[in-house]
Protein backbone atom coordinates (compact mmCIF):
# COMPACT_ATOMS: atom_id res chain seq x y z
CA UNK A 1 0.00 0.00 0.00
CA UNK A 2 2.83 2.54 0.62
CA UNK A 3 4.29 2.20 -3.05
CA UNK A 4 3.35 5.03 -5.56
CA UNK A 5 2.14 2.44 -8.20
CA UNK A 6 -1.52 1.48 -6.97
CA UNK A 7 -3.99 -0.94 -7.53
CA UNK A 8 -6.48 2.05 -6.64
CA UNK A 9 -7.81 4.72 -9.07
CA UNK A 10 -6.90 8.51 -7.43
CA UNK A 11 -10.30 9.91 -6.88
CA UNK A 12 -9.57 12.74 -9.55
CA UNK A 13 -9.44 10.27 -12.26
CA UNK A 14 -12.47 8.28 -11.59
CA UNK A 15 -15.78 10.91 -10.95
CA UNK A 16 -18.70 9.86 -8.91
CA UNK A 17 -21.35 8.11 -10.18
CA UNK A 18 -24.21 11.47 -10.66
CA UNK A 19 -27.35 11.05 -8.85
CA UNK A 20 -30.33 10.22 -11.14
CA UNK A 21 -30.28 13.51 -13.83
CA UNK A 22 -33.53 14.89 -15.61
CA UNK A 23 -33.70 14.28 -19.57
CA UNK A 24 -32.51 17.98 -20.19
CA UNK A 25 -29.70 17.02 -18.55
CA UNK A 26 -28.31 13.73 -19.30
CA UNK A 27 -25.76 15.53 -22.34
CA UNK A 28 -23.84 16.33 -19.61
CA UNK A 29 -22.11 12.81 -18.67
CA UNK A 30 -20.71 11.56 -22.20
CA UNK A 31 -20.50 7.99 -22.40
CA UNK A 32 -16.60 7.27 -23.20
CA UNK A 33 -15.41 4.22 -23.62
CA UNK A 34 -11.57 5.22 -24.68
CA UNK A 35 -8.73 4.41 -21.93
CA UNK A 36 -6.54 7.19 -21.27
CA UNK A 37 -2.53 7.07 -20.88
CA UNK A 38 -2.71 7.16 -17.14
CA UNK A 39 -4.75 4.06 -16.79
CA UNK A 40 -7.97 5.46 -15.42
CA UNK A 41 -11.28 4.12 -15.62
CA UNK A 42 -14.11 5.01 -17.97
CA UNK A 43 -16.89 6.51 -16.85
CA UNK A 44 -20.59 4.20 -18.29
CA UNK A 45 -23.65 6.09 -17.49
CA UNK A 46 -26.24 3.86 -15.66
CA UNK A 47 -28.80 2.40 -17.81
CA UNK A 48 -31.32 3.87 -15.38
CA UNK A 49 -29.50 7.57 -16.05
CA UNK A 50 -30.02 7.26 -19.92
CA UNK A 51 -33.84 6.06 -19.82
CA UNK A 52 -36.46 8.87 -19.96
CA UNK A 53 -39.79 7.59 -18.13
CA UNK A 54 -43.16 7.45 -20.47
CA UNK A 55 -45.53 9.35 -18.69
CA UNK A 56 -47.97 6.66 -19.94
CA UNK A 57 -46.62 4.03 -17.95
CA UNK A 58 -47.38 5.88 -14.74
CA UNK A 59 -48.63 3.51 -12.25
CA UNK A 60 -51.94 5.50 -12.36
CA UNK A 61 -53.13 3.57 -15.85
CA UNK A 62 -54.98 0.68 -14.99
CA UNK A 63 -54.68 -1.03 -18.27
CA UNK A 64 -50.94 -1.05 -18.05
CA UNK A 65 -50.72 -1.48 -14.13
CA UNK A 66 -52.16 -4.08 -11.87
CA UNK A 67 -52.27 -1.68 -8.77
CA UNK A 68 -53.97 0.60 -10.51
CA UNK A 69 -58.03 0.96 -9.69
CA UNK A 70 -59.84 0.42 -12.82
CA UNK A 71 -61.85 3.06 -13.62
CA UNK A 72 -65.22 1.47 -14.15
CA UNK A 73 -65.03 0.25 -10.73
CA UNK A 74 -64.53 4.18 -9.46
CA UNK A 75 -67.38 5.60 -11.74
CA UNK A 76 -69.75 3.28 -10.29
CA UNK A 77 -69.09 3.80 -6.24
CA UNK A 78 -71.29 6.88 -6.50
CA UNK A 79 -74.55 5.35 -7.69
CA UNK A 80 -73.82 2.25 -5.09
CA UNK A 81 -73.09 4.67 -2.25
CA UNK A 82 -76.70 5.95 -3.51
CA UNK A 83 -78.06 2.59 -3.63
CA UNK A 84 -76.69 1.40 -0.02
CA UNK A 85 -77.98 4.50 1.21
CA UNK A 86 -81.38 3.82 -0.24
CA UNK A 87 -81.13 0.34 1.32
CA UNK A 88 -80.17 1.60 4.93
CA UNK A 89 -82.96 4.22 4.78
CA UNK A 90 -85.51 1.18 3.75
CA UNK A 91 -84.86 -0.65 6.49
CA UNK A 92 -84.81 2.29 8.91
CA UNK A 93 -88.25 2.71 7.53
CA UNK A 94 -88.87 -1.00 8.29
CA UNK A 95 -89.65 -1.57 4.54
CA UNK A 96 -89.49 -5.24 4.02
CA UNK A 97 -86.92 -5.88 1.04
CA UNK A 98 -88.16 -8.66 -0.01
CA UNK A 99 -86.72 -12.33 -0.45
CA UNK A 100 -83.51 -12.70 -0.26
CA UNK A 101 -82.29 -13.87 -3.72
CA UNK A 102 -78.71 -14.43 -2.71
CA UNK A 103 -77.77 -18.42 -1.67
CA UNK A 104 -75.53 -18.68 0.84
CA UNK A 105 -73.49 -22.16 1.15
CA UNK A 106 -73.94 -24.07 4.78
CA UNK A 107 -72.69 -27.31 6.07
CA UNK A 108 -74.54 -29.38 4.07
CA UNK A 109 -74.92 -27.81 0.88
CA UNK A 110 -72.16 -25.49 -1.06
CA UNK A 111 -72.94 -23.01 -3.33
CA UNK A 112 -70.17 -22.17 -6.52
CA UNK A 113 -70.81 -20.52 -9.43
CA UNK A 114 -68.98 -22.23 -13.17
CA UNK A 115 -67.01 -18.91 -13.86
CA UNK A 116 -63.28 -19.14 -13.12
CA UNK A 117 -60.44 -16.74 -13.75
CA UNK A 118 -59.73 -18.70 -16.30
CA UNK A 119 -62.60 -19.67 -17.57
CA UNK A 120 -65.53 -16.58 -17.03
CA UNK A 121 -69.43 -17.48 -17.60
CA UNK A 122 -69.78 -15.65 -21.18
CA UNK A 123 -73.43 -14.40 -20.46
CA UNK A 124 -72.66 -12.99 -16.90
CA UNK A 125 -69.15 -11.71 -18.02
CA UNK A 126 -71.07 -9.42 -21.30
CA UNK A 127 -73.31 -8.43 -18.50
CA UNK A 128 -70.67 -7.36 -16.20
CA UNK A 129 -68.70 -5.71 -18.89
CA UNK A 130 -71.64 -3.57 -20.38
CA UNK A 131 -72.72 -2.56 -16.54
CA UNK A 132 -68.84 -1.12 -16.39
CA UNK A 133 -69.45 0.59 -20.01
CA UNK A 134 -72.36 2.27 -19.02
CA UNK A 135 -71.33 3.76 -15.62
CA UNK A 136 -68.44 5.24 -18.00
CA UNK A 137 -71.28 6.80 -19.83
CA UNK A 138 -73.60 7.68 -17.18
CA UNK A 139 -70.57 9.14 -15.10
CA UNK A 140 -68.52 11.23 -17.49
CA UNK A 141 -66.22 13.85 -17.35
CA UNK A 142 -67.07 15.71 -19.92
CA UNK A 143 -67.78 14.66 -24.08
CA UNK A 144 -64.21 14.22 -25.47
CA UNK A 145 -64.02 12.65 -28.74
CA UNK A 146 -62.86 12.17 -32.23
CA UNK A 147 -64.37 12.64 -35.80
CA UNK A 148 -64.18 8.63 -36.25
CA UNK A 149 -66.01 7.15 -33.33
CA UNK A 150 -68.66 9.93 -33.96
CA UNK A 151 -71.69 7.47 -34.92
CA UNK A 152 -73.41 11.12 -36.48
CA UNK A 153 -70.13 11.46 -39.00
CA UNK A 154 -69.80 7.56 -39.27
CA UNK A 155 -73.61 5.70 -38.84
CA UNK A 156 -73.64 2.19 -38.23
CA UNK A 157 -77.47 1.71 -39.80
CA UNK A 158 -78.88 3.96 -42.40
CA UNK A 159 -81.54 4.82 -39.79
CA UNK A 160 -81.09 8.31 -39.70
CA UNK A 161 -79.43 9.43 -36.25
CA UNK A 162 -82.00 11.38 -33.43
CA UNK A 163 -81.45 14.90 -32.95
CA UNK A 164 -81.23 14.37 -29.24
CA UNK A 165 -78.74 11.42 -29.60
CA UNK A 166 -76.32 13.42 -27.87
CA UNK A 167 -78.17 14.29 -25.04
CA UNK A 168 -79.73 11.23 -23.77
CA UNK A 169 -77.65 8.11 -22.24
CA UNK A 170 -78.27 4.71 -23.18
CA UNK A 171 -79.60 1.89 -20.98
CA UNK A 172 -77.49 -0.81 -19.91
CA UNK A 173 -80.36 -2.97 -21.40
CA UNK A 174 -79.08 -1.22 -24.95
CA UNK A 175 -75.72 -1.55 -24.66
CA UNK A 176 -75.81 -5.49 -23.28
CA UNK A 177 -78.02 -6.33 -26.28
CA UNK A 178 -75.73 -4.52 -28.73
CA UNK A 179 -72.93 -6.52 -27.17
CA UNK A 180 -74.86 -9.37 -27.16
CA UNK A 181 -75.42 -9.23 -30.29
CA UNK A 182 -71.61 -9.22 -31.88
CA UNK A 183 -70.38 -12.11 -29.28
CA UNK A 184 -73.22 -14.15 -30.41
CA UNK A 185 -72.91 -13.63 -34.61
CA UNK A 186 -68.79 -13.59 -34.54
CA UNK A 187 -69.14 -16.41 -31.40
CA UNK A 188 -66.71 -14.86 -29.63
CA UNK A 189 -65.52 -15.72 -25.66
CA UNK A 190 -65.91 -14.20 -22.16
CA UNK A 191 -61.92 -13.88 -22.37
CA UNK A 192 -62.50 -11.97 -25.31
CA UNK A 193 -65.10 -9.42 -23.33
CA UNK A 194 -62.41 -8.56 -20.77
CA UNK A 195 -59.82 -7.51 -22.99
CA UNK A 196 -62.38 -5.53 -24.76
CA UNK A 197 -62.78 -3.16 -21.55
CA UNK A 198 -59.02 -3.12 -21.24
CA UNK A 199 -59.07 -1.89 -24.31
CA UNK A 200 -61.58 0.87 -23.91
CA UNK A 201 -60.29 1.76 -20.67
CA UNK A 202 -56.36 1.92 -22.54
CA UNK A 203 -58.40 4.10 -25.58
CA UNK A 204 -59.97 6.66 -22.66
CA UNK A 205 -56.58 7.23 -21.13
CA UNK A 206 -54.00 6.73 -23.64
CA UNK A 207 -56.29 9.33 -26.05
CA UNK A 208 -58.22 11.72 -23.54
CA UNK A 209 -61.35 10.70 -24.61
CA UNK A 210 -64.90 10.16 -22.94
CA UNK A 211 -67.26 7.80 -23.87
CA UNK A 212 -70.80 8.98 -24.27
CA UNK A 213 -74.22 8.82 -26.31
CA UNK A 214 -72.33 9.96 -29.40
CA UNK A 215 -69.79 7.42 -29.91
CA UNK A 216 -70.56 4.50 -27.72
CA UNK A 217 -71.42 1.91 -30.00
CA UNK A 218 -67.97 2.86 -32.71
CA UNK A 219 -65.72 2.58 -29.45
CA UNK A 220 -67.29 -0.94 -28.23
CA UNK A 221 -66.89 -2.39 -31.84
CA UNK A 222 -62.88 -1.14 -32.10
CA UNK A 223 -62.43 -2.67 -29.24
CA UNK A 224 -64.18 -6.16 -29.75
CA UNK A 225 -62.85 -5.99 -32.59
CA UNK A 226 -59.24 -5.59 -32.06
CA UNK A 227 -59.80 -7.92 -28.80
CA UNK A 228 -60.88 -11.10 -30.95
CA UNK A 229 -57.65 -10.55 -33.07
CA UNK A 230 -55.41 -10.39 -30.49
CA UNK A 231 -56.93 -13.41 -28.43
CA UNK A 232 -58.51 -15.71 -30.59
CA UNK A 233 -56.25 -17.68 -32.67
CA UNK A 234 -58.97 -17.59 -35.57
CA UNK A 235 -59.98 -14.09 -34.94
CA UNK A 236 -63.25 -13.05 -37.11
CA UNK A 237 -62.20 -10.62 -40.51
CA UNK A 238 -63.27 -6.95 -41.11
CA UNK A 239 -65.46 -8.13 -43.79
CA UNK A 240 -67.00 -10.56 -41.15
CA UNK A 241 -68.29 -7.84 -39.14
CA UNK A 242 -70.05 -5.90 -42.09
CA UNK A 243 -72.09 -8.96 -42.29
CA UNK A 244 -73.52 -8.71 -38.59
CA UNK A 245 -73.96 -4.81 -39.05
CA UNK A 246 -75.36 -4.82 -42.50
CA UNK A 247 -74.88 -0.79 -43.22
CA UNK A 248 -70.94 -0.54 -42.04
CA UNK A 249 -68.04 -0.62 -45.00
CA UNK A 250 -65.17 -2.43 -44.97
CA UNK A 251 -63.31 0.65 -45.77
CA UNK A 252 -64.88 1.83 -42.31
CA UNK A 253 -63.92 -0.72 -40.27
CA UNK A 254 -60.16 -0.54 -41.65
CA UNK A 255 -59.97 2.80 -41.01
CA UNK A 256 -61.48 2.54 -37.69
CA UNK A 257 -59.52 -0.08 -36.59
CA UNK A 258 -56.34 1.83 -37.58
CA UNK A 259 -57.05 5.34 -35.80
CA UNK A 260 -57.82 2.86 -32.50
CA UNK A 261 -54.10 1.15 -33.07
CA UNK A 262 -52.90 4.54 -33.59
CA UNK A 263 -54.31 5.98 -30.37
CA UNK A 264 -53.49 3.12 -28.28
CA UNK A 265 -49.53 3.60 -30.04
CA UNK A 266 -49.77 -0.05 -30.60
CA UNK A 267 -49.67 -1.18 -27.09
CA UNK A 268 -52.27 -4.26 -27.30
CA UNK A 269 -50.22 -5.95 -25.06
CA UNK A 270 -52.50 -7.19 -21.72
CA UNK A 271 -50.38 -8.67 -18.90
CA UNK A 272 -51.97 -11.89 -16.97
CA UNK A 273 -52.40 -9.83 -13.39
CA UNK A 274 -54.62 -6.92 -15.57
CA UNK A 275 -56.52 -9.47 -16.67
CA UNK A 276 -56.97 -11.03 -13.92
CA UNK A 277 -57.51 -7.60 -11.86
CA UNK A 278 -60.29 -6.55 -14.63
CA UNK A 279 -62.01 -9.96 -14.00
CA UNK A 280 -62.37 -10.03 -9.82
CA UNK A 281 -63.36 -5.80 -10.47
CA UNK A 282 -66.09 -7.30 -12.90
CA UNK A 283 -67.31 -9.53 -9.76
CA UNK A 284 -66.88 -7.02 -7.68
CA UNK A 285 -69.13 -4.62 -9.66
CA UNK A 286 -71.52 -7.41 -10.16
CA UNK A 287 -71.78 -7.78 -6.21
CA UNK A 288 -72.38 -4.39 -6.23
CA UNK A 289 -75.36 -4.35 -8.52
CA UNK A 290 -77.30 -7.21 -7.64
CA UNK A 291 -75.69 -9.30 -10.46
CA UNK A 292 -74.86 -12.48 -9.21
CA UNK A 293 -73.19 -15.20 -11.29
CA UNK A 294 -75.57 -18.04 -11.50
CA UNK A 295 -74.89 -20.71 -8.60
CA UNK A 296 -75.60 -24.28 -8.09
CA UNK A 297 -74.64 -26.55 -5.05
CA UNK A 298 -71.63 -28.34 -5.51
CA UNK A 299 -71.95 -32.06 -6.22
CA UNK A 300 -69.90 -35.36 -6.93
CA UNK A 301 -69.59 -34.60 -10.67
CA UNK A 302 -68.95 -31.12 -10.19
CA UNK A 303 -66.43 -31.93 -7.63
CA UNK A 304 -64.72 -34.02 -9.73
CA UNK A 305 -64.38 -31.82 -12.52
CA UNK A 306 -63.01 -29.05 -10.54
CA UNK A 307 -60.39 -31.74 -8.74
CA UNK A 308 -59.57 -32.62 -12.49
CA UNK A 309 -58.70 -29.14 -13.29
CA UNK A 310 -57.45 -28.31 -10.18
CA UNK A 311 -55.00 -31.40 -11.07
CA UNK A 312 -54.28 -30.20 -14.62
CA UNK A 313 -52.86 -27.25 -14.05
CA UNK A 314 -50.77 -27.61 -11.22
CA UNK A 315 -49.37 -30.41 -13.38
CA UNK A 316 -48.75 -27.66 -15.79
CA UNK A 317 -47.26 -25.11 -13.27
CA UNK A 318 -44.71 -27.79 -12.50
CA UNK A 319 -43.99 -28.82 -15.71
CA UNK A 320 -43.19 -24.91 -16.37
CA UNK A 321 -41.06 -24.48 -13.08
CA UNK A 322 -39.09 -27.67 -14.43
CA UNK A 323 -38.63 -26.59 -17.97
CA UNK A 324 -36.95 -23.14 -16.30
CA UNK A 325 -34.54 -25.09 -14.22
CA UNK A 326 -33.08 -27.08 -16.91
CA UNK A 327 -32.94 -23.75 -18.94
CA UNK A 328 -31.04 -21.50 -15.83
CA UNK A 329 -28.69 -23.15 -13.36
CA UNK A 330 -27.21 -21.18 -10.85
CA UNK A 331 -23.67 -22.10 -9.19
CA UNK A 332 -25.48 -23.17 -5.91
CA UNK A 333 -28.05 -25.85 -7.54
CA UNK A 334 -25.38 -27.36 -9.68
CA UNK A 335 -24.08 -27.91 -5.60
CA UNK A 336 -26.32 -31.31 -4.63
CA UNK A 337 -27.59 -32.00 -8.12
CA UNK A 338 -25.54 -33.75 -10.29
CA UNK A 339 -23.86 -36.59 -8.11
CA UNK A 340 -22.15 -39.31 -9.56
CA UNK A 341 -21.06 -42.75 -6.83
CA UNK A 342 -17.42 -43.11 -5.93
CA UNK A 343 -15.43 -46.26 -7.68
CA UNK A 344 -13.15 -47.40 -5.18
CA UNK A 345 -10.26 -49.86 -6.41
Request: glycine share 2%; hydrophobic share 35%.
Amino acid sequence: MGNTVSCCVSPESSPKLPSRQPAERLEEFPTSTEVSDDNTVPYLQHISDREVPDELASEFNPSDHARASTIFLCKSQTDVRDKRKSNHINHISHVSPGPLSKKYSSCSTIFIDDSTVSQPNLKSTIKCVTLAIYYHIKNRDSDRSLDIFDEKLHPLSREPVPDDYSRVDPEHKLIYRFVRTLFSAAQLTAECAIVTLVYLERLLTYAELDICPTNWKRIVLGAILLASKVWDDQAVWNVDYCQILKDITVEDMNEMERHFLELLQFNINVPASVYAKYYFDLRQLADDNNLSFPLEPLNNQRAQKLEAISRLCEDKYKDLSRAAMRRSFSADNLIGIRRSNAVLS
